[in-house]
């Protein structure tokens, strides 16, 4: 078979017609086939009422759950006390992608009809904003002139939304609200909700609509207002909630982001700090499932605890249950029209390499305790019982911060005439002259300098000195030893401060 040339229309004979391309309403309801499910589906919705925030004015998102036995008459409202949308606005409001390309919560315009389209369908939706005096109404999505009516509304500005027919992926038990929805959307949405404090409240009824309360309103069946809910952290050293990187920054060209790292407690660490478990349907429980860090971008959870997912490791594993984090996409990066994904491109690809090899140099996926927070002089003391208690060639006479006469400093550790020197984090070719000196000065024939990790000076500086002065220094890597387990209480007592 030949291979097709390109084809290049300038060098085409051509005459000109045209088409005409009609905008169908079919888009409205084609909409609702997605891969949704109802927390990402009220997200959408919600992300709009928050994009509406007045500033200097708490928002207040209602979402009233409306159930019944005839089916038909179930249905859902959500409602905000947000700016409202303008008359001006409505229709490219209403049209997807109408307000699309932003960099804000609603960045794709398609999330309302989206949802609605999803949850059952619309049956009205008003709005007003505070410069004028009547709401706008409308009951339908479509293309061309579409009728408005003008009503009056009992409140200064928002907007308020009702969907009937609901769908079966819209919860109507309190055991899935209590145990789905409620903790997600508190998780999704912590940075907003931050514990009181926020500019946004967030409140979700169940009501059931065949019988009414002596107001002749539907009885309230339960109503959840959500709080925040955020990952806990154990630091191995220093024994509180906090993890063990937070918010290091990673930038490249055109992008930005920002990097959290730390370890889950146990049932027992959960008590040393004083707090209860996470249940176990909530999303930070500890499991195989929930390991991993959540993507965030404006503020929002987009995906909870990616791990394989993002391809840091190939399959889930028990080993990794306890690791979690964020990783916060400041700019740069895209996600999918229906918001619950980033898109793989170069930006995003060039970010998780940049974040493995991070987690790869740090060994942060091997072990939960970092030498480089535990005082020197623990190790140091951790270090002098290990050599005189090993079973392989124990030491005799180990003294530690041993005075090297003619120089203000000591030795951190003098064994059997060996000198030690510990250095919690990266030893340079500085460290490894220092310890040159004790061993010149204090006419020792040979010393061991232990570290997290070494720079290339640092060897070449062994090398030279062992060639030029016949005295051996030997690199040994800290992870050799037994000493980078936590604190224990004692330890905390004697050498925290």
Known sequence: MRKKKLLIIEQCKTTTKEIEVKPSNNIFSELGNNNYNFIELISELIDNSISANIENKQLEIIIDIGISNNEKNSYLIIKDNGKGIKTVDL?????????????????????????????????????????VDKANYINKFEFGKLEVLEIEVPWESGTEICVENLKDLVPKSQQKITM????????????FL???????RIILNLLDIDELDNDGLPYLIQSWELKELK????????????PIHLQKKFKGKGWEAKFTIGYAPTNEEYVELG???????????????KQGFDLIAHNRVINFTQFSE????????????????????VKGFKTSTTKNFVVRDKNFNELLAEINTFLETEKLLERKNDPTELPEHLLRDRLKHHLLTRKIEPKKDVKTEYVVEGLAGSIDILADKEAWEIKRGQASGLDVYQLFAYLDMGNIESG???????????ETAVDFIKKNHSKEIILVPIDEFPINGPA??????????
């Open 310 to 329: 993002l391809e840091f490791i190939k399959v889930p594993h028990h080993a990794y249950n306890y690791i979690r984090g964020e990783i916060d996409l």
């Open 231 to 242: 990952p806990i952290y154990f630091h191995p050293n220093q024994r509180n909630n906090k």
């Open 91 to 131: 229709g490219r409001a209403i049209s997807p992608a109408g307000f699309s390309g932003g960099t804000t919560l609603n960045e794709h315009g398609l999330g309302m009809k989206q949802a609605i389209a999803s949850l059952g369908n619309l049956k009205y939706l008003v709005t007003k904003s505070n410069e």
């Open 180 to 191: 789905v929805v409620v903790p997600y959307l508190s998780a999704k949405y912590r940075r």
């Open 488 to 497: 224990n209480s004692e330890e905390r007592k004697k050498y925290f401060r």
């Open 448 to 458: 061991y300098l232990v570290a997290k990790s070494y720079t290339t000076g640092a």
């Open 275 to 289: 707090m209860e478990p996470p249940k176990n349907y909530e999303p930070y429980n500890v499991s195989i499932n």
């Open 194 to 200: 931050n514990n009181g404090t926020s500019d946004v």
